[in-house]
Protein backbone atom coordinates (compact mmCIF):
# COMPACT_ATOMS: atom_id res chain seq x y z
CA UNK A 1 0.00 0.00 0.00
CA UNK A 2 1.38 3.31 -1.08
CA UNK A 3 1.14 6.36 0.64
CA UNK A 4 -0.53 9.45 -2.07
CA UNK A 5 -2.31 6.46 -3.81
CA UNK A 6 -5.26 8.00 -5.73
CA UNK A 7 -8.27 6.35 -6.72
CA UNK A 8 -11.35 6.47 -9.09
CA UNK A 9 -14.32 7.55 -7.69
CA UNK A 10 -15.77 4.68 -10.35
CA UNK A 11 -13.50 1.66 -8.61
CA UNK A 12 -15.44 0.95 -6.18
CA UNK A 13 -13.55 -2.52 -5.29
CA UNK A 14 -9.89 -1.37 -5.39
CA UNK A 15 -10.66 0.61 -2.62
CA UNK A 16 -12.17 -2.45 -0.38
CA UNK A 17 -9.51 -4.05 -1.40
CA UNK A 18 -6.56 -1.67 -0.61
CA UNK A 19 -9.03 -0.90 2.61
CA UNK A 20 -8.57 -4.96 3.71
CA UNK A 21 -5.18 -4.78 3.46
CA UNK A 22 -4.15 -1.10 5.01
CA UNK A 23 -7.21 0.57 6.28
CA UNK A 24 -5.20 3.25 8.04
CA UNK A 25 -2.94 4.41 4.90
CA UNK A 26 -6.40 3.83 2.79
CA UNK A 27 -8.68 6.42 5.31
CA UNK A 28 -5.76 8.55 4.41
CA UNK A 29 -5.48 8.40 1.23
CA UNK A 30 -9.36 9.20 0.92
CA UNK A 31 -9.10 12.14 2.97
CA UNK A 32 -7.01 13.91 0.74
CA UNK A 33 -9.60 12.90 -2.31
CA UNK A 34 -13.57 14.00 -0.93
CA UNK A 35 -15.01 12.91 -3.89
CA UNK A 36 -13.93 9.52 -3.25
CA UNK A 37 -14.21 9.74 0.25
CA UNK A 38 -18.11 10.48 0.26
CA UNK A 39 -18.46 7.74 -2.07
CA UNK A 40 -17.44 5.25 0.90
CA UNK A 41 -18.54 7.32 4.08
CA UNK A 42 -20.74 5.28 5.67
CA UNK A 43 -20.00 2.35 3.49
CA UNK A 44 -20.49 -0.58 4.63
CA UNK A 45 -17.97 -2.73 2.98
CA UNK A 46 -15.06 -0.03 4.53
CA UNK A 47 -16.33 0.03 7.89
CA UNK A 48 -15.70 -3.80 8.19
CA UNK A 49 -11.87 -3.08 8.01
CA UNK A 50 -11.38 0.59 9.46
CA UNK A 51 -10.73 1.17 13.36
CA UNK A 52 -13.13 3.36 15.22
CA UNK A 53 -12.29 6.65 14.56
CA UNK A 54 -12.44 8.99 17.95
CA UNK A 55 -12.32 12.52 17.82
CA UNK A 56 -9.17 14.12 19.41
CA UNK A 57 -10.57 15.81 22.51
CA UNK A 58 -7.28 16.93 24.02
CA UNK A 59 -6.24 19.94 25.47
CA UNK A 60 -3.24 21.48 27.68
CA UNK A 61 -3.01 23.19 30.36
CA UNK A 62 -0.34 25.12 31.46
CA UNK A 63 0.22 25.80 35.09
CA UNK A 64 3.58 27.51 37.00
CA UNK A 65 5.05 26.56 40.14
CA UNK A 66 3.64 29.74 41.42
CA UNK A 67 0.31 28.41 40.93
CA UNK A 68 0.50 24.93 42.37
CA UNK A 69 1.60 26.96 45.77
CA UNK A 70 -1.21 29.29 45.24
CA UNK A 71 -3.51 25.93 44.99
CA UNK A 72 -2.14 24.31 47.71
CA UNK A 73 -2.95 27.01 50.62
CA UNK A 74 0.30 26.53 51.73
CA UNK A 75 1.50 28.26 55.21
CA UNK A 76 3.30 31.37 55.94
CA UNK A 77 7.14 30.76 55.86
CA UNK A 78 6.51 28.13 53.55
CA UNK A 79 7.54 27.91 49.49
CA UNK A 80 7.45 25.48 46.77
CA UNK A 81 10.63 23.96 45.39
CA UNK A 82 9.80 22.17 42.31
CA UNK A 83 7.37 19.94 41.13
CA UNK A 84 7.13 16.69 38.83
CA UNK A 85 4.91 13.55 37.90
CA UNK A 86 5.27 10.07 38.75
CA UNK A 87 5.26 7.36 36.28
CA UNK A 88 2.68 5.14 37.53
CA UNK A 89 0.21 6.02 39.20
CA UNK A 90 0.42 9.61 36.83
CA UNK A 91 0.66 11.91 40.15
CA UNK A 92 2.24 15.36 40.72
CA UNK A 93 4.78 16.02 43.12
CA UNK A 94 5.36 19.02 44.86
CA UNK A 95 8.62 19.35 46.86
CA UNK A 96 8.11 22.27 49.69
CA UNK A 97 10.17 24.04 51.91
CA UNK A 98 9.14 25.52 55.13
CA UNK A 99 10.23 27.38 58.76
CA UNK A 100 7.06 25.20 60.11
CA UNK A 101 9.35 21.39 59.07
CA UNK A 102 12.24 19.57 61.15
CA UNK A 103 14.88 18.97 59.17
CA UNK A 104 15.11 15.92 56.58
CA UNK A 105 18.63 13.73 57.07
CA UNK A 106 20.37 13.73 53.89
CA UNK A 107 19.65 11.07 52.14
CA UNK A 108 16.59 10.38 53.34
CA UNK A 109 13.38 11.03 51.62
CA UNK A 110 11.09 13.81 52.51
CA UNK A 111 7.95 13.15 54.28
CA UNK A 112 4.46 13.28 52.50
CA UNK A 113 2.30 16.37 54.01
CA UNK A 114 -1.28 16.89 53.92
CA UNK A 115 -2.34 19.51 51.58
CA UNK A 116 -5.30 21.85 53.13
Same mark, same amino acid.
Given at each position: ? =??? &???? +? *?????? %???????? @? #? #????? /??? +????? @? %? /???? =???? %????? $?????? &??? $????? $?? /?????? +?????????? #???? %? #? *??????? /??? +? !?? !????????????
Amino acid at each position: M =EDG &KRYS +P *LDRESV %HADMAEDP @I #T #TRRNL /DRQ +PAVAQ @I %H /DGCD =ECAT %HLPVR $VPNRLG &KIR $VSLQE $VS /DMLGLL +PGSRALRMYV #TDDP %H #T *LMVIVES /DTL +P !PV !PEGSEAPYLQAN
